[in-house]
């Protein structure tokens, strides 16, 4: 990213240890600790000898004379990242965001000025992108963003809250891909294990749980605050000791197999772009996870094709197209011999596809 390469501009950053939210190239050349929740992200910074961690140390493990924030898509989550920034660099000590223009760097910078009540020191401004400095003092600090509260609709007909950290995915409401699928839970037969892969706040394999009292589920995702949330959204919902949530990267092994049932929401978005490398990954896992005849709901844009990366593992049908999504219902161990069309007739018939 152009806004990365002016971090090592001259005079930019000082020859000192840093705390660095979102990359770990500054703290792989002056030492000091990267703040990587992207599990991805904190492999790499961990391979190349970078002292990382995936959520925000405290103040007692360590202070800085300068903090480096690259700015993010969320703006809640950039500020909690500053707000833990502002907390970890000493009194009189720098703290620097970086971004591009694309991004909102100049608003971005504007709203932390006035709440800092202090003009940015601009370092370096090119290739549109900058990156700018505030003095760490005793007087004021970034205003942290909350978390936020999504409804979940329960089996029994009512709801709940899940607790939603800044910067998840679906951090304001259920995704409408995830209420489809959840949806389609009633007509499946009762699971003993349930694996949920990506799984965010935890919607799927929490209302699995709630569903059926006597399945168990482990939830992954690559993302340190979703994991964060879905912990303690089962905590809330009274299932923690049926669930297991990991931090986990779609490159990597699932670590326990044998399940009967997957739930999948893949993503599909690398940026702005669209990516299909995780979801590629996710289903790699997925077909090493099930057991044979084991059943995976998965749920997608119904104009992505995911189909032709399952077929060669298993059957599929397309069990619902409604809303611009569609349900594909995976069985492992049988292979298809027709690739899926995602195309049922008509609203909920189902179509099979071998
Ligand atoms: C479309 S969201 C679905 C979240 C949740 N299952 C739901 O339905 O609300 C995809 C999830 O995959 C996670 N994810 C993205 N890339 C990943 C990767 N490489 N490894 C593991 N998880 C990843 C994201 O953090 C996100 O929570």
Not at 1 to 12: S, W
Not at 178 to 192: G, I, K, M, N, Y
Not at 240 to 250: I, L, P, T, Y
Request: aromatic residues 6%.
């Amino acid at each position: 990213m152009a806004a990365d390469e002016l971090i090592f501009d001259p005079g930019v950053l000082k020859d000192e240890a840093l705390c660095e939210f979102q990359g770990y190239r500054a703290a792989e050349r002056h030492g000091g600790v990267a703040i990587l929740p992207w599990r991805a992200a904190w492999l790499e910074a961990t391979a190349a000898g970078v002292a990382a961690v995936g959520s925000a140390p405290s103040r007692e493990e360590g202070s800085f004379r300068q903090g480096l924030v690259h700015l993010q898509k969320s703006r809640a989550a950039t500020w909690r990242d500053l707000g833990h920034a502002w907390q970890l660099i000493e009194t009189g000590g720098r703290l620097l965001i970086c971004g591009g223009n694309e991004l909102g760097i100049r608003s971005a910078v504007k709203r932390l000025g006035q709440e800092l009540g202090q003009e940015a020191r601009v370092l370096a401004n090119r290739r549109h992108a900058r990156i700018v400095a505030f003095e760490r003092t005793e007087t004021s600090a970034p205003k942290p963003a909350p978390a936020s509260q999504i409804t979940l609709s329960l089996p029994q007909g009512t709801s709940q809250a899940l607790h939603a950290e800044p910067g998840v995915f679906s951090a304001k409401r259920l995704d409408l891909g995830t209420e489809l699928l959840l949806e389609t839970l009633a007509e499946q037969p009762p699971p003993q294990r349930v694996l949920d892969l990506g799984c965010g706040i935890g919607p799927l394999a929490l209302s699995a749980l709630l569903r059926w009292p006597d399945a168990r589920a482990l939830l992954l995702d690559g993302d340190i605050r979703a994991v964060a949330s879905g912990t303690r959204n089962a905590e809330s919902l009274g299932v923690e000791s049926r669930s297991r949530v990991e931090w986990w990267d779609a490159e990597e092994a699932c670590p326990e197999d044998e399940f009967d049932l997957a739930l999948v929401n893949p993503p599909f978005h690398g940026g702005k772009e669209v990516d299909l490398r995780p979801a590629q990954a996710m289903f790699t896992r997925l077909t090493e996870a099930l057991s044979r005849g084991g059943r995976a709901l998965i749920v997608a844009n119904r104009t992505l094709p995911y189909e032709r990366s399952l077929s060669a593992a298993g059957s599929m049908e397309i069990l619902r197209a409604e809303r611009g999504y569609k349900i594909i219902g995976f069985t492992r161990g049988r292979a298809s011999s027709t690739p899926a069309s995602g195309r049922p007739r008509g609203g909920r018939s189902r179509s099979r596809s071998s």
